[in-house]
Structure formats: C-alpha cells, structure tokens
C-alpha cells in the first residue's frame, strides 16, 4: 500500500512537469526566414514633381537584384505590357537590362517589376517615369 501511495505523488510531478516542457515549444522557431528580392540601382530618373525629369525614347535602363531571387521568376511590366528584358547574373546579383518600347513615347510611364526568392517570398516594386516625345 505504501508503494501506491508514494507512487501518486511521483506521477502527479511527473506530469506537471511534462506539461510545462511541451508549451516552452514554439513551432514557429523551426520555419526558415525567406528574405525577399531587393531591388536596387534603376539607372533611369525617376519622374517627380519639382524636377519633371524626362528621359529619350526607347530608352535602356537596368537595375539590380539580390543574389537570392531566382532569376527565373523576374517579371517586367509597363502599362499591362511585358517589357523584354535580359538577365546577367553573379554570385553578388542578377542585372536585369531592358529598353522602353517605342510606343510609350510622350506619355507616363510606371516600370513594374516583381520577383521571387529562392525560399519563395516574393517582392514587386515600381518607377514612374515620364518618356520625352520623339
């Protein structure tokens, strides 16, 4: 009988402190970060108010992304139209090179452009600029 008795008070102890190690567990520690693309260095003017910079027709332009974005999942857009566009990549980041398209001559131009990370995440950014006419 006493072996039950002493048992009791062992299993009740046991449990609580069972109990207290699985709450300290925290499921989101174990999930990776994904760091998103940053984009960098657009080597056009972007248009703003005071300085109403333009900039020529068909213009080239590039700008630079971060070693983690996958290259593959780069998109580039203005005014609902995919602009063609060239990738050169090194382990310190992917350039992307693209001219503007003839028809965008004389008008308001927003650049869009969006990328994935290689765990995933994904980032979109945009540039308003002003095309010259011809």
């Not at 207290?20 to 080597?43: L, M």
């Not at 333009?54 to 974005?69: D, G, I, K, R």
């Not at 980041?93 to 308001?108: C, I, S, T």
Request: with cysteine.
């Amino acid at each position: 009988m006493k072996v039950t008795k002493t048992f009791s008070p062992m299993l009740l102890i046991a449990a609580a402190l069972f109990t207290n190690t699985a709450y300290a567990y925290d499921p989101g520690e174990t999930e990776v970060a994904c760091k998103k693309p940053q984009f960098r260095d657009f080597s056009l003017p972007v248009y703003s108010e005071p300085e109403k910079t333009e900039v020529a027709p068909e213009a080239a332009f590039s700008f630079t992304l971060s070693p983690w974005t996958d290259p593959n999942t780069i998109q580039l857009t203005a005014k609902k139209q995919n602009i063609d566009f060239t990738v050169e990549s090194n382990s310190s980041f992917h350039r992307v090179n693209a001219k503007l398209p003839a028809a965008f001559a004389g008008n308001f131009v927003r650049i869009n452009s969006s990328a994935k990370a290689v765990l995933g995440c994904s980032d979109k950014i945009g540039w308003l600029i002003k095309v010259a006419d011809q």
